[in-house]
Structure formats: C-alpha cells, structure tokens
C-alpha cells in the first residue's frame, strides 16, 4: 500500500478535498478522544475563502490514493506542522507517514532544524511514534469548548 501512496504539493483546487478530509477525519477518528460537544466546536469550517487562503499561505501537500485526495499536510516557514489530517476510510496505510516524510524533506530543504506541533489526543501517539517529544500538554479553547492537546516537538541534528 505504502507504494501506492502519492505526495503531490498542494494545489489551490484542493481546497474542498482538504475541507471533507479535515471534517470526516475529525467526527469520524478524533471522535473517538474528544466528547461529541467538542467535535461538533472543532469540526468547522465557517469560511471555505478563508480556508482557502490559509491552505495556500505555506508549502502544502496532498497524499493520492488512486487518485483520491485522502490526506494533507502543511509546514509554516517557522516549522509549523499546522495540519496532519487522513480520510477516515484511509487510517492505518501509512498516508500520514508519507505525507511527514515531504514535511521533514521540505524542512531540510529550508534550513529548518526543529519541527513542532500541536498533535490531538488522537495524533500523539502517531508523532511520538515518529519521533517528535511531547513539550507539554495544554487545554485550549475552540467555540467555547475547551480541548486538551499535546504541544510537540523534533530535533533535526547536522542541518544548518
Ligand atoms: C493521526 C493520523 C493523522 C494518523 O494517520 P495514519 O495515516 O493513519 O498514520 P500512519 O498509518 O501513517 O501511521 C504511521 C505510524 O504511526 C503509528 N500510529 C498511527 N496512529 C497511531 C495510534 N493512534 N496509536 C499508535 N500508533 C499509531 C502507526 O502504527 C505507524 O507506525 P509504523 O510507522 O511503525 O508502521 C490520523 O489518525 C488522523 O487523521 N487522525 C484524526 C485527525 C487528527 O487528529 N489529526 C491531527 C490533528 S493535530
């Protein structure tokens, strides 16, 4: 499978596809970690423009399968991983791996030496298991519900 799985860069096109795979991934996996009021604060998009406009803001990437968006990610220039969503039918395959595999290879290529996150209940064990170290936990507020997540962090060594 891992094989199969495409990284493409982001395309403004792309916009809806991260918006489904944003908000399935959210009610259909985190649901799993967060109350049903929570999901329901998280799992929003207001303004698709303004998405749109963030999405293309920073170097971005969309992971194929069969030529079916089912997953993205992202990388601010101060080494930001902002996002890290996977289509619920699409778990387990080893998509969200790839898809940090292009945000580290992005981050050498920009000199970026420490990469950070603030990863869900949901996806702490997917960035420890890659390596990242959790810095701290945190509860933060989103729609009036308040969200514990994990601030995490990865050193890459030998980069200038
Ligand atoms: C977290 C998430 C992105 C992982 O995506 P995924 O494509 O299923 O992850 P992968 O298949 O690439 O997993 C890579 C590795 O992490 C491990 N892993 C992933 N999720 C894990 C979990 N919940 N517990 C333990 N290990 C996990 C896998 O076993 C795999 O290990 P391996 O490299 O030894 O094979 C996905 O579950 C998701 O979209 N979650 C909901 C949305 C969310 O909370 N996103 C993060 C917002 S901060």
């Known amino acids: 499978m891992k094989n199969s799985i495409l990284i493409r860069p982001y395309r403004p ?27 329901d604060a998280w799992a ?9 406009e ?3 803001s920073r170097p971005g990437w969309i992971a194929e399968i069969d030529g079916k968006s089912v997953g993205f990610s992202d990388l601010t220039p101060d080494g930001c991983l902002d996002m890290m969503f996977v289509h619920p039918a699409f778990q387990g395959l080893g998509v969200a791996g790839r898809l940090l595999t ?16 603030h990863a869900s209940l949901t996806a702490q064990p997917f960035f420890e298991r890659k390596g990242f170290r959790i810095l701290t936990r945190q509860t933060v507020e ?15 060594s030998g980069r200038s």
């Open 102 to 117: 292009r945000v580290e290879e992005e981050a050498e290529a920009l000199g970026i030496d420490r990469i950070y996150t």
């Open 54 to 56: 963030r999405r293309i």
């Open 13 to 39: 096109a792309d916009s809806d596809a991260t918006i489904e795979i944003f908000l399935r991934a959210i009610r259909e996996v985190s649901s799993k970690d967060y109350s049903p009021e929570q999901i």
């Open 142 to 156: 989103r729609r009036g519900q308040r969200f514990d997540n994990f601030v995490m962090e990865k050193f890459y």
């Open 44 to 52: 929003q998009v207001e303004d698709a423009a303004k998405w749109a």
